[in-house]
T-cell receptor, first 117, second 114 residues
Framework: GAGVSQSPRYKVAKRGQDVALRCDPI?????LFWYQQALGQGPEFLTY????????KSGLPSDRFFAERPEGSVSTLKIQRTQQEDSAVYLC???????????????FGPGTRLTVL | AQSVTQLGSHVSVSEGALVLLRCNYS??????LFWYVQYPNQGLQLLLK??????LVKGINGFEAEFKKSETSFHLTKPSAHMSDAAEYFCAVSAGGGNNRLAFGKGNQVVVIP
């Protein structure tokens, strides 16, 4: 079956531009996560949705970062007034169950590589 | 809060030799532990996970890991390395409960020498 998809796969932005990154989770998955992976580092948690509700946004680095999932499926991560330190790979993951169960495996998309010039 | 430590960013192993990647965790609650593999330009793929029960966990591609609570460790092993094992490997921990956010280590880049 189809996995998690993300678009675009690559994005180049000039400093100060706004960008929008899209995540299509696996159909029927309740939970959706966004992570940021800087070069040479492990992914770091940004935010978490359960259906359309954003239950945890404690990892968002600044108020320039905004995420939404209005209908409980597709999610968009928006970064306003991009800066060079925003350059990273942004990973989306989804899981079937409500978060917390031992069988709650997160399935990751291929990521969007954002480069801010 | 949960965290993991992976030492040695680059690991070189000869084809056919043992693969050993070390992971130590810190968690205030009983942890769920994961190993993921990442191939170039691809997303993370789950190798194996420990939640409860048997402490020796077997995963895909011949990998296994053992949860040792006394050592707060979850090291990943494979008896015989294959060229296709060249990739980046990440250990991760979550607390479960109401939010399964993963905390990742910095990763190990595995190079397999023919």
């Amino acid at each position: 079956g189809a996995g998690v998809s993300q678009s675009p796969r690559y994005k180049v932005a000039k400093r100060g531009q706004d960008v929008a990154l899209r995540c299509d989770p696996i159909s029927g998955h309740v939970s959706l996560f966004w992570y940021q992976q800087a070069l040479g580092q492990g992914p770091e948690f940004l935010t978490y949705f359960q259906n359309e509700a954003q239950l945890d946004k404690s990892g968002l680095p600044s108020d320039r970062f905004f995420a939404e999932r209005p209908e409980g499926s597709v999610s968009t991560l928006k970064i306003q007034r991009t800066q060079q330190e925003d350059s990273a790979v942004y990973l989306c993951a989804s899981s079937f169950l409500l978060a917390g169960g031992p069988e709650d495996t997160q399935y990751f998309g291929p990521g969007t590589r954002l480069t801010v010039l | 809060a949960q965290s993991v430590t992976q030492l040695g960013s680059h690991v070189s192993v000869s084809e056919g030799a043992l693969v050993l990647l070390r992971c130590n965790y810190s968690s205030s609650v009983p942890p769920y532990l994961f190993w993921y593999v990442q191939y170039p330009n691809q997303g993370l793929q789950l190798l194996l996970k420990y939640t409860t029960g048997a402490t020796l966990v077997k995963g895909i591609n011949g990998f296994e890991a053992e949860f040792k609570k006394s050592e707060t460790s979850f090291h990943l092993t494979k008896p015989s390395a294959h060229m296709s094992d060249a990739a980046e490997y990440f250990c991760a921990v979550s607390a479960g409960g109401g939010n399964n956010r993963l905390a990742f280590g910095k990763g190990n880049q595995v190079v397999v020498i023919p």
